[in-house]
């Protein structure tokens, strides 16, 4: 994004300051520019391969997308119940037949201000343990960790007597 072009908007100003302090950089290309298309890379470790950083995009048509999650890009956009559609069947009855569609964001900086919010709600807040080496502690698996692994210090008169450890209930004693 060129940010020279952004600096007037205050909105704009505001979704710059909030990627400065995520530590969200713009890596969109010239061509990508020329499209409309704006392209984030989050200081997340992605999941999935763990090799790379999460990218998402904001594009002129109203989507947002996550751009390297998974086999494909998927719509970061909220869904919504679409009008049902009815077809006559060959015997004369009807089918009916409903779909459900992403709710297009068409102005740019909804995109911007949308995808800033997703991007805190959904890889910042929920992961809050991921850092940013890719290595992700779920609090669950932490905690069960820190219940197996318990060790026992023996000391009388500051010496060291006896070492034990407890892990899955199990009591080991060591020295």
Same mark, same amino acid.
């Given at each position: 994004?060129?940010? %020279?072009?952004?600096?007037?908007? =205050? ?23 020329? $499209? *409309? ?5 989050? =200081?997340i470790k992605n999941n999935n391969s ?7 995009? +904001?594009? +002129?048509? #109203?989507? &947002? ?6 086999? +494909? $890009?998927?719509? /970061? ?6 009008? =049902? ?6 015997? *004369? ?12 964001? =068409?102005? %740019? ?7 800033i919010s997703y991007c805190l709600k ?6 809050? $343990?991921? &850092? ?12 069960? /960790? ?9 000391? +009388? ?7 034990? &450890?407890? &892990?899955? #209930?199990?009591?080991?004693?060591i020295i």
């Amino acid at each position: 994004m060129n940010r %020279e072009k952004y600096m007037g908007d =205050p909105r704009y100003a505001k979704v710059l300051e909030k990627m400065d302090l995520l530590g969200i950089m713009d890596v969109t290309t010239t061509r990508q520019d020329k $499209n *409309g298309t704006i392209v984030w890379r989050l =200081p997340i470790k992605n999941n999935n391969s763990g090799k790379t950083n999460i990218e998402v995009a +904001s594009f +002129s048509t #109203g989507y &947002v997308r996550n751009q390297n999650s998974g086999y +494909s $890009n998927y719509q /970061l956009n909220k869904r919504c119940q679409g009008e =049902p559609e009815y077809f006559k069947l060959a015997n *004369g009855d009807y089918r009916k037949f409903e779909t459900r569609s992403c709710v297009l964001i =068409p102005i %740019e900086i909804e995109r911007l201000e949308y995808l800033i919010s997703y991007c805190l709600k959904n890889y910042y807040i929920k992961n809050a $343990n991921l &850092v940013a080496d890719g290595k992700y502690v779920p609090k669950w698996r932490y905690d069960n /960790l820190a219940d197996a692994a318990r060790i026992d210090y023996g000391r +009388s008169d500051g010496a060291l007597q006896n070492l034990s &450890v407890t &892990v899955n #209930g199990e009591r080991y004693k060591i020295i």
